[in-house]
């Protein structure tokens, strides 16, 4: 169980929406019960009422979402070694995932990532500025707003400049996790010393080419590779809006 030592870095009394990026929460929940699916079940609703009941004691929550891996993510199609170095994931996962998906109406994250899905209704104008974000995920500093790790039980806020920094560090050193192979040789030092909150885009933009090219052979190739990396490391928006109509048509 979470605990409830959380102190808050953001005083807002706005009612939130809880946006929960639910794929470390399965692999926590079935960590050492993955051969018993009642137990990791169990043990996954129970992170989940932990964490609402967290946030809920220290803010009004209006509604909450829970996300969780979909098909056809179009970062296996623009790059074939995307998530390849991963060990295979155990069927216990899978069977979660289905389990969030009836039990707690969690939105499968079709055609992109669950991290993709999180970003969008972040922005999504009746939510923008509103927003608790209940994630471990590093990718998910990208985006502007209170975050809430469940694993540390720690509130963060993410600003603007923030969000743009973190972007501009990952497209610098990649991200082996997922197989995106940044600048060879790069580690967080490296890159903290390439780029620095308060650069512009186009700051970022003029560094960040520039040690590609010269760890390229061409200049096309460094151009080619930033492009790719941004379309695999970027959030990407998903269509909100004709997602809640159909959400709000199931019900």
Do not use: W
Not at 32 to 43: I, M, P, R, V
Not at 117 to 135: A, M, T
């Amino acid at each position: 169980m979470i605990g409830t030592k959380s102190k808050l870095t953001v005083d807002n009394t706005e009612d939130k929406v809880v946006l929960i990026d639910a794929d470390s929460l399965m692999y926590f929940s079935s960590y050492g019960s993955e051969e018993d699916q009642l137990l990791s079940e169990t043990k996954l609703s129970e992170k989940i009422y932990d964490i609402l009941n967290i946030v809920g004691q220290s803010y009004n929550v209006e509604k909450y979402y829970i996300f969780v891996k979909g098909k056809n993510n179009f970062r296996y199609k623009i790059f074939s070694a995307y998530k390849k170095n991963r060990p295979a994931k155990h069927p216990i996962i899978d069977i979660l995932n289905q389990y969030l998906v009836e039990n707690f109406q969690a939105i499968e994250s079709h055609n992109a990532e669950a991290d993709d899905y999180v970003f969008s209704y972040s922005q999504y104008l009746p939510y923008k500025g509103r927003v608790i974000i209940c994630s471990v995920d590093k990718d998910m500093l990208q985006i502007p707003g209170i975050h809430y790790d469940y694993q540390k039980n720690k509130y963060h806020h993410i600003s603007e400049e923030d969000g743009s920094y973190n972007l501009a560090i990952q497209m610098i050193m990649g991200d082996a996790a997922d197989g995106i192979q940044g600048l060879k040789g790069y580690g967080p030092v490296k890159a903290q010393k390439l780029v620095s909150k308060g650069m512009t885009t186009y700051q970022y933009i003029k560094t960040i080419l520039k040690e590609y090219q010269k760890n390229c052979l061409t200049p096309q190739q460094a151009k080619d590779e930033i492009r790719l990396n941004y379309k695999l490391l970027k959030l990407q928006k998903v269509d909100v809006e004709t997602l809640e109509s159909q959400l709000a048509a199931e019900i």
